[in-house]
């Protein structure tokens, strides 16, 4: 009888939660507008708090040197996002010059694409057919791989001009976040249940000590090789020098295969010019690599990871094969999380099992 009644028990569990799912997605025109709504306001928080995340040692260094915080968060702040408008305001004007005269050129790149494909094909015609099939998807699938990214950066550009006002609150937001971190961070922890924060605090600052560093590292690399990309493409008489040095920058982000995909749209550009131009594009990617892994990288970021190369290459794999390019970014952050987690547990559970020991061993 006990038995059956489990079962009565189970089957009754399930079937209540299978009407609860049937009700939710049946409720989904409504729940979606909200979430979507949630969605939009909480982008401009998440993205001041990211700032405020890379700002704030810097804040409290400087208070800790005797200078007022307020005094000390005006100064960061002055100096981070008026540093970013500056750079914004002699930048992008270039940026959407470049971006112009590349669309005007777009069809004569196009047709020089399509020349270079009919030589190819010209030239691999007398190959075998499982060859010459092979080559031609291979052609097909960057034509599409190309249209993709090309159609995903204007939706991206579309959205970035569509929440121009979201994006003007953000520096707003930062500042408060800034100038009230402590009382944010005293709420959090009344907030907290008391078993949690002890616990929960040591793993927040095991995850700040591996990550921390690395983010903030790693931005400032990016930046300092996307200028001496832009350099490197100007000196050297590149077209879109700046737009190809922001790419570069900006996809060097992604450990180990970031600046492979920053050298694509280089060496596309350089072989629209010559077979020089593609090898000197080259040659700068892998001297900026090269400079990056054994000079910027050592001095900035240093070992702060403490993770082996093979498991970041997995978890980038990973990310990638999973989320795309977001993945790509947000892998190596996952992995140290996930990381600190799994030792903080086992950590905890050690402790557990060394508490309910030690009674026993107090009675011997």
């Known amino acids: 009888m006990d038995i059956r009644m489990k079962w009565v028990y189970r089957l009754g569990f399930l079937l209540l939660l299978f009407i609860v ?4 997605f049946k409720l989904q025109p409504i729940w979606v507008p909200v979430i979507n709504v949630l969605w939009k306001m909480l982008i401009p928080f998440a993205v001041a708090g990211f700032i405020t995340y890379l700002l704030h040692p810097v804040v409290e260094n400087l208070h800790a040197k005797g200078l007022h915080r307020g005094i000390a968060v005006l100064i960061i702040y002055c100096l981070f996002f008026g540093g970013i408008g500056f750079a914004i305001y002699k930048g992008l004007p270039a940026i959407i010059h470049q971006l112009r005269d ?3 050129n777009a069809p004569a790149f ?17 190959w075998p057919a499982g060859i010459q099939r092979q080559i031609d998807d291979g052609i097909i699938a960057v034509e599409n791989t190309v249209d993709k990214l090309l159609a995903k950066m204007i939706m991206v550009l579309r959205g970035i001009l569509s929440s121009i006002v979201t994006i003007a609150v953000i520096p707003f937001i930062a500042f408060y976040l800034l100038k009230d971190f402590n009382l944010m961070k005293k709420a959090a922890w009344y907030i907290t249940p008391r078993t949690w924060r002890q616990p929960g605090k040591k793993f927040l600052l095991e995850v700040d000590q591996s990550l921390g560093s690395y983010i903030r590292g790693q931005l400032l690399v990016c930046l300092i090789i996307g200028l001496l990309a832009s350099l490197s493409f100007w000196f050297a008489g590149m077209r879109y ?11 060097n982000v992604i450990p180990y295969f970031g600046p492979l995909i920053g050298a694509v749209p280089a060496v596309i550009i350089a072989a629209t010019i010559s077979v020089k131009m593609v090898l000197v594009s080259l040659g700068i990617v892998f001297a900026l690599q090269f ?3 054994n000079v910027i990288s050592p001095l900035i970021v240093g070992k702060s990871l403490h993770m082996h ?11 990638g094969e999973i989320a795309g390019v977001a993945g790509l970014i947000l892998a190596v952050p996952v992995m140290v ?8 547990a086992k950590d905890h559970f050690a402790r557990i099992r060394h508490s309910e ?5 107090d009675e011997i």
Not at 21 to 24: A, D, G, L, R, S
Not at 110 to 125: E, F, G, I
Not at 241 to 251: D, P
Request: net charge negative; glycine share 4%.
């Open 337 to 344: 999380t996930i990381r600190a987690a799994i030792i903080h």
């Open 102 to 104: 590349l669309s005007e």
């Open 21 to 24: 799912v049937y009700i939710f």
């Open 110 to 126: 196009a047709a020089q694409y399509r020349q270079w494909v009919d030589q190819v094909q010209d030239q691999t015609s007398r």
């Open 357 to 361: 020991k030690e009674p026993a061993t």
């Open 309 to 319: 190369p093979l498991l970041i290459m997995a978890a980038l794999l990973a990310g």
């Open 291 to 293: 400079l990056e892994s």
């Open 241 to 251: 020098c700046l737009l190809l040095g922001s790419v570069v920058g900006v996809t």
